[in-house]
């Protein structure tokens, strides 16, 4: 199982872009997934989760701007970043727990980052 991000790019303050996330390999399912960034020299911080059935709550710092959505179907997650400001410049990670067998728990895995680059 692989996660691929896209999505990333440079950006004006006030911008937006809408980041990707897939899964794929062999898939049964997928629990919750989650969108990470990190900033230079600081540990990532979960900005964004939603739950199978798309429930879905990000976290203050980006709340009113950022919103994370599913596509089931597509095994795919979203990030969409509307009103960047150059504070949201990082790493953009994505992370789901996904079954990999019809018993068992989710297995958690990471995505390979996205770098988003707000100027000012």
């Known amino acids: 199982v692989q996660l691929q991000a896209s999505g990333g790019g440079l950006v004006r303050t006030g911008g937006s872009l809408r980041l990707s996330c897939v899964a794929s390999?062999?898939?049964?399912?997928?629990?919750?997934m989650h969108w990470y960034r990190q900033f230079p020299g600081k540990q990532r911080d979960l900005i964004a989760t939603?739950?199978?059935?798309?429930?879905?709550t990000v976290a203050h710092s980006v709340e009113g701007r950022f919103t994370i959505s599913r596509d089931n179907a597509k095994n795919t997650v979203y990030l969409q970043m509307n009103n960047l400001n150059p504070e949201d410049t990082a790493v953009y990670y994505c992370?789901?727990?996904?079954?990999?067998?019809?018993?068992?728990?989710?297995?958690?895995?990471w995505g390979q980052g996205t770098q988003v680059t707000v100027s000012s």
């Open positions: 992370n789901a727990n996904i079954f990999g067998s019809r018993v068992g728990r989710p297995t958690n895995y």
């Open positions: 390999g062999t898939i049964f399912g997928i629990d919750t």
């Open positions: 939603i739950s199978e059935t798309g429930m879905a």
